[in-house]
């Protein structure tokens, strides 16, 4: 008896691929400097095995309090949420490390990851607007609306990642804020030289990096760690 296909798509696995979930996340573990470029494309909930979303949490949370990225670390933050055996232990973080000779290829697992998930939304939005046409017989207009927003957040949500880290967004931001300042304080002290200030030039760019740090004190340990990574890579 064949089945219409409507029917036959319920005992159907959703669009998932496990095998890039474990190569973006031992992607990270070889390099953590991908953390950054993965983070603009992949969510939590873009997994589909909820102990990878586990992980992915895990590494976040060591990646916005600047701490080390490796088995060792991330293993201790699982152990402290309760979810280091639930995962299979450091034998399973091990695992992911052995799925990728380097971390090249990062960003293209990250797009499939999303890109599934995506599939699993579009699935999800067919079932809501299927109960759309059920439910909503005394007020069509209405309905027909909600299922174009449906449909309309899911691709919205594909082109825009809202878990792009802060620190990572504004980090440009403060480091074109950096080269301003040192240029300021360059600038005040040449002008003071010519005129024959030099001390009045000094108290400038004193009160210059006054203002400076006065105004920029939380960022600062950030961008002197992110800076201090950068030229060590």
Avoid: C
């Amino acid at each position: 008896m064949n089945l219409p296909p409507f029917v036959s798509t319920i005992d159907r696995i959703p669009p998932s691929n496990l095998e890039a979930e474990m190569a973006l996340l031992g992607s990270i573990l070889v390099d953590k400097e991908m953390m950054s470029t993965v983070a603009e494309i992949v969510q939590p909930s873009d997994f589909y095995a909820s102990l990878h979303e586990s992980i992915y949490l895990a590494l976040f949370a060591l990646y916005e309090r600047g701490e080390p990225l490796d088995k060792v670390a991330l293993a201790e933050e699982l152990r402290n949420r309760g979810m280091l055996d639930k995962i299979g232990g450091l034998a399973y973080l091990n695992s992911l490390m052995d799925t990728v000779p380097t971390a090249a290829s990062a960003e293209y697992y990250a797009r499939i990851v999303r890109e599934k998930s995506t599939l699993r939304g579009l699935i999800h939005a067919g079932t809501q607007v299927t109960q759309l046409g059920y439910e909503s017989e005394d007020d069509v207009p209405a309905a027909i609306d909600r299922a174009e927003q449906v449909v309309y957040d899911v691709g919205n949500r594909s082109e825009h990642n809202a878990f792009a880290t802060v620190p990572s967004m504004l980090l440009p931001v403060f480091q074109a804020l950096e080269r301003r300042r040192e240029a300021a304080k360059k600038a005040v002290a040449e002008a003071a030289k010519r005129i024959g200030q030099e001390a009045l030039g000094n108290q400038l760019a004193q009160f210059v990096e006054k203002r400076w740090n006065g105004s920029f004190k939380s960022i600062g340990p950030f961008l002197s760690k992110k800076q201090s990574a950068g030229g060590g890579a």
